[in-house]
Each structure stands twice: as C-alpha cells, then as structure tokens.
C-alpha cells in the first residue's frame, strides 16, 4: 500500500509560480513511477508529467513543456512539481499517482488506468 498526500494547491494570478508536493507513505518510492496528472470540471484527468523515479527519466505533455519541471527528493520519499508562467488553462485539480506494477520497467505510462495509487489531489486555480 502507498498512501500519496498532496500540497501547495492555491490561487494565483497568470504568470505566477506554484511547487506542488507529493509525499509518499507506506513503501518506499524507489523503482516505481510517479505521474502527475489534472482533471478540469466537465473534462477527462489527463497526464501532466511523469518520473521513473530510480533512473529520473521524465515524459512531459505538451502542454507544460518548459514550463512544468518534475523533481524527487529520495529522503523526504517526496516528488515536486514546479509549475511555472502559469495561466487560466491549468486551472484543475491535481493528483500524484504511483505505478508500482511494473518496478520501473519500460516507457512510462500516460493514461490513468496505469497508476494504482492515487492522492486526494489539490486545487490550482489560475486567474486572468
């Protein structure tokens, strides 16, 4: 069992920074992947940014390219998500997922149904 905790959600204006936190309890992270993904009101969740944390190879969508970093701090079992120049379209809910599965092995995967383990997730609103 993995239990993820997010953090750092808020409201902001277009062109701030937001670092959002996802703490991990139960198992160690090492050798699984991490993704983060967002779900506005009325659309489907979709990926966001994902890490294999072990070897840090990362998979971005297109989306947040450049604007988006991923990061992961083994101590704290703790992956960040710093989100910069931020506008009104990345207003969602944001979730940290866990895919355990698959120990790490192979492309890192970008649909929900892929994770096993999911956080509550955290509100980022974006204003004009």
């Known amino acids: 069992q993995v239990q993820l905790v997010e953090s750092g959600g808020g409201l902001v204006q277009a062109g701030d920074s937001l670092r959002l936190s996802c703490a991990a309890s139960?198992?160690?992270?090492?050798?699984?992947?991490i993704g983060w993904f967002r779900q506005a009101p009325e659309k489907d969740r979709e990926f966001v940014v994902g890490?294999?944390?072990?070897?840090?190879?990362?998979a971005y969508a297109d989306s947040v390219k450049g604007r988006f970093t991923i990061s992961r701090d083994n101590a704290k079992n703790t992956v960040y998500l710093q989100m910069n120049s931020l506008s009104p379209e990345d207003t969602a809910g944001y979730y940290c997922?866990?895919?355990?599965?698959?120990?790490?092995?192979?492309?890192?995967?970008?649909?929900?149904?892929?994770?096993?383990?999911w956080g509550q997730g955290t509100q980022v609103t974006v204003s004009p």
């Open positions: 997922a866990a895919d355990i599965r698959r120990y790490g092995l192979g492309p890192i995967q970008t649909t929900p149904d892929d994770y096993e383990y």
């Open positions: 139960g198992r160690t992270l090492s050798n699984h992947f």
């Open positions: 890490i294999s944390w072990n070897s840090g190879r990362t």
